[in-house]
């Protein structure tokens, strides 16, 4: 590279375009950790998690995020924070609005969060026994929340706050003694959530952040399994970039707090996936960047790994279920019409609670009943085995 070519190289590095910062993110993302800072003070609770993203047990891309995961000794709350102004209200179906406008959330995102906590953390031997999970909606921002705002049919073991007060009442409200877990089981659910990582991001120059999944692909080798965060520098200053050409430096911090240097070809490139079913994979060369975050080491399947060893009925093969078995702390799934309750058995095997066995008082209030993400015992009623796969039915029991 020629100093004329240098030259131009560096006039398009110092007028390079980057991304506005989304200011709405920034306070989105401030008012969930003043909020984590809050309840790490109350007295009942052991941790808070912010931002984590929650699989299905048997692992894949597909994750759902949660603001915060509040750890108790007899339960665990996933919260959803809210930073709205103005007026607040909820649609009929159950959806979020600020000034009007469908912010496209309701609580089905946390029952779906739910569903994938309590089946990941029976697949790799947590049973929750009476300890619950909770569902919370904190409306943190300004606004004023009208009549409208409710918890629906999630009657139980599901709250709104939208101040402290209510925010602390809404953590500390009793559940008796029988679900206090024990020390081994709190610190395997520990070791759950440090697992399940958060978002990647990239952080350009100006400070502006983009989070979502980063390719594997594009970035160079062994950096996500043996790093946590990359800063990038240009070691030369304008005159030596000019007659020299520039230098990248990476400056990396691994997992365990370690640190390493090397240095980086200019011209690597990033791409990172955007959230949500609209995504864009986003291209950028490092040059552009101050750094990388990456917000796990890797995705996991967690019918490959224990984190305790306790007896649990659930963890069977789907060939292994017989008719007459007990399940304890199965998910409910699904509500279908026509057809029943879907539960989980384990990290991959559903049964039915078919329609024609549910007394018709309960099926009426199937939305409050059969809630998603609810756990119950259930009992094998039969197993039947179709085009090769075994169809289980089940019951559930008191």
């Known amino acids: 590279m020629g100093w004329l070519k240098n030259y131009r190289w560096l006039k398009s590095y110092q007028n390079a ?45 597909s994750r759902r995020e949660v603001d915060l995961i509040a750890l108790l000794n007899d339960r665990i709350i ?67 929340k009208d009549n409208t705002v409710t918890v629906g049919n999630n009657l139980t073991k599901t709250f709104i706050a939208d101040s402290n007060t209510s925010l602390k009442k809404a953590i500390n409200s009793p559940l008796g003694t029988n679900g206090k877990m024990s020390k081994k089981k709190i610190t395997a659910i520990r070791r759950f959530f440090e697992m399940c990582g958060t978002w990647d991001e990239i ?14 692909a594009t970035i160079p080798n062994n950096w996500r399994t043996n790093y946590q965060s990359v800063k990038f520098e240009n070691l030369r200053g304008q005159i030596g970039t000019i007659f020299l050409g520039p230098k990248f430096s990476a400056s990396a911090k691994g997992w365990k707090d370690e640190h390493a240097e090397f240095e980086i070809n200019h011209d690597t490139t990033i791409e990172i996936r955007t959230p949500g079913v609209n995504f864009q994979n986003i291209s950028e060369v490092i040059t552009k960047l101050k750094g990388i975050n990456f917000g796990y080491k890797e995705l996991h399947n967690w019918t490959e790994i224990k984190l305790l060893d306790e007896p649990i009925d659930t963890i069977k093969t789907p060939n292994e279920f017989k008719k007459g078995d007990v399940i304890k702390n199965a998910t ?19 049964g039915l609670f078919h329609i024609s066995k549910i007394p018709n008082l309960s099926w009426d209030q199937r939305d409050f009943i059969f809630r998603k993400g609810i756990q119950v015992d259930v009992k094998v009623t039969n197993v039947t085995k179709k085009k090769g796969q075994n169809k289980i039915s089940v019951e559930i029991i008191d």
């Open 17 to 61: 375009q980057f991304p506005k910062k989304d200011h709405a993110k920034v306070s989105a993302t401030k008012a969930e950790k003043k909020a984590m800072r809050y309840i790490k003070k109350l007295d009942n609770v052991l941790e808070v998690y912010h931002a984590t993203r929650l699989q299905h047990a048997s692992g894949g891309n």
């Open 78 to 144: 996933l919260i959803e924070v809210k930073n709205y102004s103005g007026e607040i209200s909820m649609d009929e179906n159950g959806f979020l609005h600020e000034n009007g406008k469908n912010r496209n959330w309701s609580f089905n995102k946390l029952s779906d969060a739910a569903t994938r906590l309590a089946t990941s953390l029976m697949t790799v031997g947590i049973n929750l026994g009476q300890a619950e999970i909770h569902s919370l909606l904190y409306l943190a921002g300004s606004g004023k």
């Open 203 to 216: 952080e350009y120059l100006n400070e502006s952040l983009i989070e979502g999944d980063m390719i594997d």
């Open 332 to 350: 409910i799934v699904n509500v279908v019409e026509n057809l029943g309750v879907f539960i989980r058995l384990n990290a991959n095997k559903d």
